[in-house]
């Protein structure tokens, strides 16, 4: 991950700074992170001198080249210009400290759907190296800005969240980021199924195990421990219900 810092030139002819924060650059910075190329809402703003310094973080040194945007991207990136008086200007600051790398591989086996409640960059891991895949290095077409996805890894965050605390929810915290027949796991599955076909490559499901290991695969019954972890992390391995899970 590398930390940005980016600066814009509101034109204070046409806007004034906080209906420009306000309205064209918050739209370019949300496509942006809907992308995968801001890491969720790390990023500041700051006014100086009538321009806009943004502080940001991005999993790669060239995410925020204009060749990464989708059309929404671009379309939010035209109405920042017509607001302007120059084209913004995007620095590399160094890499950011106590994030993980992102996935450069060029052409990953196999893709993992994996989260928990800390997780600020992508749900999609690399099944070749383990390290996150930015959103927009998936290949295939992706018109609806992976609502799917995130909407998957926003509740999967927050039932990870209730089982983290041992508070009220814990117990259906743990049931559904564990079990197979859970609300969460089915809509995760279903998610795989769909980036799957998008992006020709298989996509295995996750499920956390804390107590105790499933010895079969939960959905078919088949013996699928591993001999040695996958990645040091993973358990059990099931191919041909693309599930994987871990021992406690």
Not at 75 to 102: H, N, W, Y
Not at 169 to 178: L, M, N, P
Not at 183 to 205: A, H, I, W
Not at 219 to 240: I, M, P, S, T, V
Request: with cysteine; hydrophobic share 35%; net charge negative.
């Amino acid at each position: 991950m590398f930390t940005f810092e980016a600066e814009f030139f509101p034109d204070l002819t046409k806007t004034s700074v906080s209906e420009f924060c306000g309205e064209e650059l918050s739209v370019l910075l949300h496509t942006l992170r809907r992308n995968g190329q801001l890491i969720e809402q790390l990023w500041n703003l700051v006014e100086q001198n009538g321009a806009i310094k943004l502080y940001c973080i991005a999993p790669e040194e060239d995410a925020l080249e204009p060749r990464h945007f989708n059309r929404y991207g671009l379309e939010a990136l035209s109405a920042v210009l017509q607001k302007s008086v120059r084209p913004p200007v995007f620095r590399v600051i160094g890499k950011t400290v106590g994030l993980s790398d992102a996935c450069a591989c060029e052409n990953s086996e196999y893709y993992v759907l994996f989260s928990n409640f800390a997780a600020e960059y992508s749900p999609v891991s690399c099944g070749d190296c383990n390290l996150p895949v930015p959103l927009y290095k998936l290949p295939g077409e992706n018109e609806d800005e992976f609502y799917a996805l995130r909407q998957w890894q926003g509740e999967y965050k927050a039932c990870d969240s209730l089982f983290v605390l041992s508070g009220v929810g814990e117990k259906f915290g743990y049931r559904e980021i564990s079990e197979v027949d859970s609300s969460l796991t089915r809509d995760g599955c279903d998610v795989c199924r769909e980036m799957s076909q998008k992006c020709n490559r298989p996509f295995y499901y996750f499920l956390h195990r804390h107590i105790s290991p499933l010895e079969t695969c939960p959905r078919c019954g088949q013996e699928w421990g591993l001999d040695e972890k996958l990645h040091g992390f993973y358990a059990f391995k099931c191919d041909h219900c693309r599930l994987l899970s871990d021992s406690p």
